[in-house]
């Protein structure tokens, strides 16, 4: 072998190593990219799970206050039921009060323009003193939690 033959097979080892390296690094790069991803849907994961861990709980309550509501609705005629009344409305309102502290919230419906992201068209009226698509009554509340619908509002719409 002669000097040039064994400098140009050092050359092409070089060559070939620094390929290597190169392909090594970028491999590398696209590991660290791809772990850093993970990390970052890990923590998005983890802080959705956080902010509505409450929503299973607010969703097998929302027929409690329903009840609660229409409880409260009912006209009592002797002092026994009245005093009964309210202490209903105090729990009632312990009971808002939590659910608000959960960020629970309740959806506004008459007046409003009609959203089907947020209302449900049961019924189509027409009526004075509203405009199209405003809502004319409330069958039912709706409820969000945060940002995030739990139950639409069930509501009558002006046609």
């Known amino acids: ?3 040039e033959t064994e400098e140009a097979e050092v050359i092409d080892e070089r060559s070939a190593a620094e390929v290597e ?3 090594l690094n970028a491999k590398i ?3 660290q990219a791809d772990y850093d991803n993970f990390r970052r849907r890990s923590r998005e ?3 959705a799970a956080a902010k509505y861990r409450s929503q299973h709980v607010v969703e097998a309550l929302l027929p409690v206050v329903d009840n609660f509501e229409r409880a409260l609705l009912v006209k009592p005629e002797s ?3 009245k005093s009964l009344l309210k202490g209903m409305e105090m729990v ?4 808002q009060e939590t659910l608000k ?3 629970v919230e309740v959806i506004e419906t008459v007046g409003q323009t009609f959203d089907p992201h947020f209302h449900q068209a049961v019924m189509q009226v027409e009526e004075e003193g509203f405009e199209s698509n405003q809502i004319v009554e409330e069958l039912q509340k709706g409820y969000k939690l945060k940002d995030r619908i739990l139950r639409p509002s069930m509501v009558k719409v002006n046609a």
Do not use: D
């Open 101 to 103: 502290n959960e960020g």
């Open 79 to 81: 002092e026994e039921a």
């Open 21 to 23: 390296m190169a392909e």
């Open 29 to 31: 790069l696209r590991i």
């Open 1 to 3: 072998m002669t000097a």
């Open 92 to 95: 009632y309102r312990q009971f």
């Open 45 to 47: 994961e983890r802080e």
